[in-house]
């Protein structure tokens, strides 16, 4: 089985424009990453998939790996299924370019499920923490993800889900983090697919797979990490750092 991993990195995210080029110790946010990344030494190949000039003289610069993305894209599973079209590749991880404390258990543990996977039952795998805090329960910037018994994703929201009427029940909230594997046709096939209502409303790109059917496995850990969507995230992974 090839694995490869593939790290998104748009320059104008809309709630952080140019984080990915911000200094963490020393490094920018997306170098940072791409590092973490290859130094799990679990992949064949590790990218960096990008259309942005600055991101891509970064990661040359360092000695990384770059595809350039040829056009605009609505997400990041759009912007990959677009790089691995013509690689010959059996499992494509998804790092976000702006998770640079991502580390190699939550890692393996996706890659695990699915060379344990022998009927090939599972398309993508992504992961999930427990959250009990009430603000992050609440907050729209943390995805919430509820599961079936044998921990496949029913749906994703920013909403709090499931919705806590019963206060006797001692209900347990799981925020989705935005780390995918996916199978080649998987990804392949999501960038033909037009998008539902659904993801238009949530703006939840993996709400696509379920609304056509894919099977979606989460697999739990209890490792957060430090995501940095927001400027007091990259505060946060600055005091982290050090």
């Not at 998939?49 to 595809?67: C, H, L, P, Q, R």
């Not at 990959?80 to 079209?85: C, D, L, R």
């Not at 010959?88 to 939550?106: A, T, Y």
Request: aromatic share 8%; glycine share 4%.
């Amino acid at each position: 089985m090839k694995i490869i991993a593939m790290l998104p990195a748009r320059y104008n995210a809309s709630r952080f424009p140019g984080k990915l080029m911000k200094s963490l110790g020393g490094k920018s946010v997306i170098y940072r990453t791409y590092q973490a990344t290859v130094d799990t030494k679990l992949f064949d190949e590790v990218y960096v998939v990008t259309d942005s000039d600055s991101i891509e003289d970064e990661i040359i610069k360092n000695g990384g790996k770059v595809i350039r993305s040829k056009t605009e894209h609505e997400s990041g599973s759009d912007r990959i299924a677009e790089a691995v079209e013509n690689l010959d590749v059996d499992l494509v991880i998804n790092v976000q370019g702006d998770e640079p404390f991502i580390e190699k258990h939550s890692l393996k543990m996706l890659i695990d499920a699915f060379k344990s996977d022998v009927n090939q039952t599972i398309d993508l795998a992504s992961l999930m923490v427990h959250i009990t805090d009430e603000n992050e329960i609440c907050n729209p910037n943390a995805v919430k993800v509820i599961v079936d018994q044998d921990n496949f994703a029913l749906y994703f929201s920013r909403h709090p889900i499931p919705f806590h009427r019963d206060k006797t029940i001692n209900t347990k909230y799981y925020k989705h983090k935005g780390i995918y594997a996916f199978r080649k046709q998987a990804l392949l096939d999501f960038k033909n697919l037009p998008m539902q209502m659904l993801e238009a409303s949530e703006k939840i790109e993996c709400i696509r797979y379920l609304e056509y059917g894919k099977t979606i496995k989460m697999i739990e850990t209890t490792i957060d990490g430090i995501g940095i969507d927001t400027p007091e995230d990259l505060i946060n992974a600055q005091a982290q750092w050090k």
